[in-house]
């Protein structure tokens, strides 16, 4: 529940736009407040206005009592015979003010779990739908923005709610109240300045919130600016540190909290105009009540205790008056905060299951590729109608330069993006024609980067199978050559291995990975540059435990260094999207093509790292290696 301000400054709001209400993103939100099968929360709902209710009438009653006891203290009254009556208006008066405050409290009790409800559906369903979207959608959003957006809209969700059940409408049901009995019990005049009052008020506030607008988009936007360059600078601690930019960062952040400083002073200038102009109509109101009942109580035509009842009344009202501002404000930030939040739940996924799509099922797990064509975008094709088949229990491996498109084909054929033309089919099933989750449920993969959970090695395993027991993680862990290494740890399993896996070695990551790939056990294999990070030591063992998953599987590698799939049954080379060359890897190099162009160059590079490092340790062409050489063994 959020906190109620205290003053009109408190709770600041930026990016408000004229124009409430946000009809739309109010009609959005409703379904999730009165909830389909829920008829426990739209009890609650309405037992909560209920008890608004009440106690607004509690509210009202409090200053008509206390003015009677005043009226019955009269010095002109015979005092023996009134204060028996004083005594139980003061005692009415003090139960009216208690189950004032505590049927307030029972309306914010009983609508808390509707209310929160809502706010973790709406919450829910964007999560997932965020997921749900395309990689398309996630490449070109920050992420520092986007988790601002639903926090800031979640939120909104939380504001609204309270403030648009509990404050907006109790006061105006009080002001109803309070003009109704000024009107009829006492003078039109009280209620005519009172309604006047709260007009002049709302339009100073709107014309002023309005005015506003401009400064606290610029302050949210260099707040989301702000926010996204740390999370994006954060994220790459270590490329921060590859390249001594820590000052340029730190820069770079100052640049866009200097905007955010402006634009927030700004704010806090016309935040003190908008306060100030409201306290002098609030004044202004109040004194014009006053000096009315000053004049009828000199003209006899009101009693002291009148005087006192109106003095109540517009004290009462002063409080939610002067929170009127916030309160309008508060509603319009979240109004919008929602409907940047509805924007991204509207967002279409590019990628779809078509109406009733049955779920893939494998029987051997032979890929085909047939004249696919892909671009990410238009004018740019990135695949021009590539064919290939992958054998059931056979292994195909995709080999080419930067850029040739050999990682799109696995995103293909993970489906997060569809293709322009052909058709990608497992054992015959156009995957299209599928469910998604069915698709990626076949295939396991082993990518270039294995980035992990900031949680520990058991939980980034068992990411694979999310209900597979500690024994099966541990076989797992075992299979992927990996369970020593974990066993030397301290806390074993329960060791966390920092955000994005940083506390773990790049072999040790592409273990875990394989791990996770084993426990998953899925009929089809794709190893998308799975050593092309690693050293040669680590390469050779990282991939004997790779040879050891694909046995029986489906395989389909994407390779850059040629040494990891000599043994493949068919390797397809692939230059500006087409297959410029396929066959076994005798085949190739007997042909003289651009494979054999590719091995030779790998070959010699390698070649000459080999006498490079040959020659660092030889101690006629590098004296310090001889001095090198005695203090490692001594170390060792």
Not at 105 to 122: C, E, F, G, P, T
Not at 128 to 142: G, N, P, V
Not at 303 to 316: D, E, K, R
Not at 362 to 371: D, L, Q
Request: glycine share 6%.
């Amino acid at each position: 529940m959020p906190p109620t301000p205290s003053t009109a400054e408190e709770s600041e709001a930026s990016d408000i736009r004229p124009g409430a209400p946000y009809w739309a993103t109010l009609h959005s939100l409703l379904p999730y407040l009165w909830p389909d099968g829920r008829p426990d929360l739209k009890r609650r709902i309405i037992v909560a206005m209920v008890a608004l209710v009440v106690a607004k009438v509690f509210t009202i009653a409090f200053p008509l009592l206390y003015g009677a006891a005043i009226d019955a203290l009269d010095p002109k009254n015979h005092l023996e015979q009134t204060i028996g009556v004083a005594v139980g208006l003061i005692l009415a008066y003090g139960v009216s003010r208690v189950m004032m405050q505590a049927f307030a409290q029972l309306r914010d009790a009983i609508a808390a779990k509707a209310v929160y409800n809502a706010v973790r559906s709406v919450a829910g369903k964007t999560f997932r739908h965020i997921h749900a979207l395309s990689l398309r959608f996630h490449l070109e959003r920050k992420t520092g923005g986007l988790t601002r957006v639903i926090e800031r809209g979640t939120k909104g969700i939380d504001i609204l709610l309270f403030y648009a059940l509990f404050s907006i409408v109790p006061t105006i049901l009080e002001l109803a109240l309070v003009s109704g009995i000024l009107l009829f019990r006492y003078h039109w005049g009280f209620a005519a300045i009172t309604v006047i009052t709260v007009v002049l008020y709302g339009w100073f506030t709107i014309r002023l919130t309005a005015w506003r607008t401009a400064i606290r988009r610029q302050m949210n936007d260099s707040d989301t600016e702000a926010n996204t360059k740390a999370v994006d600078s954060l994220l790459n601690y270590e490329t921060v540190k590859y390249f001594n930019n820590e000052e340029h960062e730190a820069k770079r952040f100052d640049k866009a909290m200097v905007r955010f400083a402006d634009a927030s002073e700004k704010a806090q200038m016309s935040l003190s105009l908008l306060n100030t102009g409201q306290a002098v109509i609030i004044t202004a109101g109040l004194v014009a009540v006053m000096v009315l009942a000053a004049n009828m109580i000199a003209a006899g035509a009101m009693t002291i205790g009148g005087l006192v009842v109106v003095n109540g009344f517009l004290i009462q009202l002063y409080v939610p008056l002067n929170l009127l501002g916030t309160v309008y404000r508060e509603i319009n930030q979240a109004l919008v905060d929602m409907e940047k939040m509805f924007d991204v739940l509207n967002v279409p996924a590019e990628v779809k299951d078509k109406p009733g799509a049955p779920d893939l099922k494998v029987t051997g797990g032979e890929i085909r590729f047939e004249n696919v064509v892909f671009a990410y975008e238009p004018l740019r094709t990135i695949l021009q109608g590539i064919s290939f088949t992958v054998p059931a229990g056979k292994t195909v491996a995709v080999v080419g330069p930067s850029g040739a498109g050999k990682s799109t084909i696995s995103r293909i054929l993970y489906r997060f993006y569809d293709i322009a033309s052909g058709r990608v089919t497992i054992d015959g099933q156009d995957i299209r024609d599928v469910t998604q989750n069915s698709v990626r449920a076949a295939i396991g993969i082993v990518p270039q980067d294995t980035v992990l959970f900031n949680d520990t090695i058991r939980y980034n395993i068992r990411y694979g199978r999310i209900d597979a027991s500690d024994e099966e993680i541990e076989e797992a862990a075992r299979l992927a050559q990996i369970e020593p290494f974990i066993r030397e740890l301290p806390d074993g399993f329960s060791s966390m291995v920092g955000e994005r896996g940083l506390k773990l070695s790049g072999g040790e990551k592409q273990r875990v990975a394989i791990a996770r790939t084993i426990l998953k056990n899925p009929p089809i294999l794709m190893l998308d540059e799975a050593t092309s990070a690693l050293d040669t030591h680590t390469e050779r063992e990282i991939q004997a435990a790779l040879q050891s998953v694909s046995r029986g599987r489906t395989t389909l590698v994407i390779a850059h260094r040629l040494s990891t799939v000599v043994d493949a049954d068919e390797i397809l080379v692939l230059d500006h999207g087409r297959i410029v060359e396929r066959g076994r890897h005798a085949e190739l190099l007997v042909r003289g093509g651009a494979y054999a162009a590719m091995w030779n160059r790998q070959r010699e590079a390698a070649a000459a790292r080999e006498k490079l490092k040959q020659a660092e340790a030889d101690p006629q062409v590098n004296p310090d290696a001889a001095r090198v050489q005695p203090a490692a063994a001594a170390g060792e």
